[in-house]
C-alpha cells in the first residue's frame, strides 16, 4: 500500500520569497515520486519525478525536490516565489513496476502575493 | 504533438441522463487512464485501459460506469443514469508503452456538473 499526505492545505507567501511545499509518503518499496502542478480549469502538468537516481531532483520552472528516505519527505522547494506561480500542486507516488496506479495527495494550494 | 485531448471541456447532464467523455491519448501512447477529481480534494484513479483491452479496473464504481479503448477512436468514458455525486472533473491520462514508470502526460479534463 501506497500514501502521500500534503502536510500543508494552503501556502502563502510574497513573490521573490523562497517556497516551500510539504509531502510525506508511505511506500512498502522503492517509490516513484512527482509533483504536478494544475492551474485553474486546467490540466495536470509535470514538474518533476523522482525514480531513484539522484536524490535532489531538478524539474520546470526552478522548482526542485530532494528525496530523503530517512524522513520518507518528498518536498517541493523553489528559491523565489512568482506570481505565475499561483496553482494548486499535488505530491504524487506511483505503484511499484507500474505508473497505472497513482496515488495522490490533497494538494497545496500556493497563492502568491505582491 | 497535441497532447492528450479530452472533450468536451463541460458538460451538464440532468440526473438520470447518460454522460459520455471523449479522450485522444497522445500520438504514440498506447494506455490511457481516468481519474476523477472531485471538488478540493486530489485525483482517484478509476480505470488503466490498452487497447480494447482493459487492464485495471479496481478504481471504477461497480454500477454505472464503464469505459472502453477501442482499436480505432478515443478512449470514451460513460456515465449512465447520472446523479448529484457524480459532478467531477474527470481527467485522462496517457503513456507510451513499455515504459512502467514514465509520467502520465494529463488532458486538461472534462468538468462535469450534475443538475
Partial sequence: AQSVTQLDS?????EGTPVLLRCNYSSSYSPSLFWYVQHPNKG?????????????VKGINGF????????TSFHLTK???????????????SGAGTASKLTFGTGTRLQVTL | NAGVMQNPRHLVRRR????????????????????????EEGLKFMVYLQKENIID?????????SAEFPKEGP?????????????????????????????????NGTRLTVT
Fill in chain 1, 64 to 71: 526542485e525536490a530532494e528525496f530523503k528516505k530517512s524522513e
Fill in chain 1, 44 to 56: 495536470l502538468q509535470l514538474l518533476l519525478k523522482y525514480t531513484s537516481a539522484a536524490t535532489l
Fill in chain 2, 57 to 65: 479496473e479496481s478504481g471504477m464504481p461497480k454500477e454505472r460506469f
Fill in chain 1, 10 to 14: 494552503h501556502v502563502s507567501v510574497s
Fill in chain 2, 16 to 39: 438520470g441522463q447518460e454522460a459520455r467523455l471523449r479522450c485522444s491519448p497522445m500520438k504514440g501512447h498506447s494506455h490511457v487512464y481516468w481519474y476523477r477529481q472531485l471538488p
Fill in chain 2, 75 to 107: 478512449s470514451i468514458l460513460r456515465i449512465q443514469q447520472v446523479v448529484r455525486g457524480d459532478s467531477a472533473a474527470y481527467f485522462c491520462a496517457s503513456s507510451p508503452p513499455g515504459q512502467a514508470n514514465s509520467p502520465l502526460h494529463f488532458g
Fill in chain 1, 79 to 93: 528559491p523565489s516565489a512568482h506570481m505565475s506561480d499561483a496553482a494548486e500542486y499535488f505530491c504524487v507516488v
